[in-house]
């Protein structure tokens, strides 16, 4: 049987620059207040009060939910009740 060469297309300028995806080596830059729901990390905020607002409406929406901000600069977390 005859071995027959296969011509891949050029790669275009544009894939070759694409960024690499997020993974467990290379994470996205996140804020220093963590929101986390039964926790689990949902968000970052760079200020706390943006991250209280946020936790509150969860909270109040669902109260069964454990809500609490995590501060990762002084290793502290905040339940909300």
Do not use: C, H, W
Not at 10 to 25: G, H, I, L, M, V
Not at 34 to 39: A, G, I, N
Not at 57 to 73: G, H, M
């Amino acid at each position: 049987m005859a071995t027959r060469q296969i011509k891949m297309p050029a790669k275009d300028a544009a894939e070759e620059e694409q960024d690499e995806p997020y993974s467990q080596r290379k994470r996205p830059e996140v804020g220093r207040y963590l929101l986390q729901v039964d926790r689990q990390t949902k968000s970052s905020y760079e200020a706390l009060d943006e991250a209280q607002k946020a936790g509150s409406a969860i909270k109040q929406r669902f109260a069964a939910l454990q809500v609490s901000i995590y501060d990762r600069i002084e290793s502290v977390n905040t339940l909300i009740s």
